[in-house]
């Protein structure tokens, strides 16, 4: 938790954290930033990217905004892309994964609508930690839909996972070095070597430049330290094995009006549990 103002202004925030993220490439004005690294994840040539999705995070008052905290991008006019990093190991992190693809996905279609106008979905999960479930899996992989026997038969082009493990980042992982060098950024933003890639990369210059800026913005240094009270209370009971503290910031937090897919994700709590609060 940020305390004091004047050390903060010389401090670099993390491109990691999951607000600094979110900020980073799903607030408008990112749209050249979110275009690079979108096309050099997914290989391939990008026209357009619309960020008007996202909510402003440094215009709210962020209490109903705390949660999991992705970006969702429209890739010319015709895919919706889910982008979400994750710091703190999570369980169930490829339930969840998929649960927001779902999420998304039924986001691309209003109600009435045919189901012919369903957009293509992707989702990007980034994971500055090694699951269970993530064990086997190298540093970044592409998922489809396949059948079990003819693996070479794709069920559907809607559904498409990418997943990036940054502690098995290294250049023999990675055959994609245009994607090592984004990794290198969110990594550490502040290396020789991140400060030698910039001269050549002018989008991940124009991210670091951004990063700077948010970096001395107080509003920032605000919700930051919101969510890092939150979640420190939270850890605090974890760690003795009690959930009443959690249950009390949930009752606040329904009291105040914050929706309750924010308020399993900062608790913990099962949807069961708020409703009886």
Not at 68 to 92: P, S, T
Not at 234 to 247: C, Q, V, Y
Not at 253 to 276: F, V
């Amino acid at each position: 938790m940020v305390k004091n103002n004047e050390t903060h202004k010389n401090i670099m925030l993390s491109p990691k954290n999951d607000i600094v993220f979110q900020v980073l490439f799903g607030e408008e004005g990112s749209e050249e930033i979110t275009k690079s690294f979108l096309e050099t994840i997914l290989m391939k040539k990008i026209t357009d990217v619309d960020l008007s999705k996202n909510p402003i995070l440094r215009r709210t008052k962020m209490l109903d905004k705390l949660g999991i905290l992705d970006v969702i991008v429209e890739i010319d006019n015709k895919e919706y892309c889910d982008i979400e990093i994750q710091v703190a190991k999570q369980e169930y992190i490829l339930e969840r994964l998929l649960y927001y693809w779902a999420k998304t996905f039924a986001k691309t279609i209003h109600k009435g609508k045919d189901y012919s106008n369903l957009k293509k979905t992707i989702s990007i999960l980034i994971t500055d930690f090694e699951a269970d479930s993530l064990k086997e899996l190298n540093c970044f992989t592409k998922w489809k839909i396949i059948e079990e026997e003819n693996r070479q038969k794709i069920l559907t082009e809607y559904l498409e996972i990418y997943i990036i493990i940054l502690p098995k980042m290294n250049e023999k992982s990675l055959k994609n070095n245009k994607l090592l060098e984004w990794l290198k950024f969110l990594e550490n933003p502040e290396s020789e070597e991140v400060k030698n890639i910039m001269k050549e990369n002018v989008a991940i210059k124009k991210a670091h430049d951004k990063l700077e800026e948010i970096s001395h913005d107080e509003a920032m240094e605000h919700l930051i330290d919101m969510e890092e009270s939150y979640r420190y209370l939270l850890n605090t009971e974890r760690s003795i094995g009690e959930n009443k503290k959690a249950k009390e910031i949930a009752k606040k937090m329904k009291e105040k009006g914050i929706d309750i897919s924010s308020i399993i994700e900062i608790t913990g709590l099962s949807e069961e549990e708020i409703n009886r609060l």
